[in-house]
């Protein structure tokens, strides 16, 4: 079975920095890909960025980042130039092509940002 | 523009009264998802339907059913809600066979319904 860990119940940056959310994932599988999704307060779940275990490149999307480390099974987001609009609940979630592709998500990370 | 809706965005009921959440979508998406989500938790699977097939997760309580009448809707009924029941409901969509292996399978949420018990 997958499991996914997000240490950092809560977060908060000062707007216009960076912060960093952490995950960590177990799994014995090999192909698999990696998400961050956001929750807004009130607001539906979006992807923010999706990582494919077999590229070793990074994902980027514009302010969002990820420092993949497979043998670590370490995947954590960097968000550049935080900006207000950017406070939410962060998920970090896991998807195995091998057996199913169900979405296992970490338990969130709140992220505040301030002005 | 294309979508997964939820209503009603928030709904009170008694305890044990039936209720039942709709979830539709504009993406012509043949897989839906229920997923229960309790405050500050992860969102926990209970269901899917590829099409029309169903696929009940092992821990799903009983109390829990899901209907989908045809591709744009479906629906979630709680038949005696309890107390511990009181969650936010996410519908999720998809276009791939989840039980296909080697293949990608991006959801896209709906806004949930928030469902509170008293």
């Known amino acids: 079975a997958q499991t996914v860990t997000q240490s950092q119940p809560e977060m908060s940056v000062q707007e216009a920095e960076t912060v960093t959310l952490s995950c960590t994932y177990d799994?014995?599988?090999?192909?698999?890909?990696l998400f961050w999704y956001k929750q807004p307060p009130s607001r539906q779940m979006i992807l923010v960025i999706r990582?494919?275990?077999?590229?070793?490149q990074n994902a980027t999307e514009n302010r969002f980042s990820v420092n993949f480390q497979k043998a670590a099974k370490s995947f954590s987001l960097k968000i550049s130039d935080s900006q207000l609009g950017d406070t939410a609940m962060y998920f970090c979630?896991?998807?195995?092509?091998?057996?199913?592709?169900?979405?296992?998500f970490g338990g969130g990370t709140r992220l505040m940002v301030k002005p | 523009d294309a979508m997964v809706i939820q209503n009603p965005r928030y709904q009170v009921t008694q305890f044990g009264k039936p209720v039942t959440l709709s979830c539709s979508q504009t993406?012509?998406?043949?897989?839906m998802y229920w997923y229960q989500q309790k405050s500050s938790q992860a969102p926990k699977l209970l269901f899917h339907?590829?099409?029309?097939?169903?696929?009940n997760e092992a821990d799903t309580p009983d109390n829990f059913q899901s209907r989908r009448p045809n591709t744009s809707f479906c629906f979630l009924d709680i038949r005696s809600p309890g107390l511990g029941d009181a969650a936010m409901y996410l519908c999720?969509?998809?276009?791939?066979?989840?039980?296909?292996?080697?293949?990608?399978?991006?959801?896209?949420f709906g806004p949930g319904t928030r469902l509170t018990v008293l």
């Open positions: 339907y590829y099409d029309k097939d169903f696929n």
């Open positions: 993406l012509n998406h043949n897989v």
């Open positions: 999720a969509t998809s276009t791939t066979n989840p039980r296909a292996k080697n293949e990608y399978n991006e959801q896209f």
């Open positions: 979630a896991f998807m195995t092509t091998e057996a199913g592709n169900m979405l296992t």
């Open positions: 799994t014995s599988e090999n192909n698999y890909y």
């Open positions: 990582q494919e275990a077999y590229k070793q």
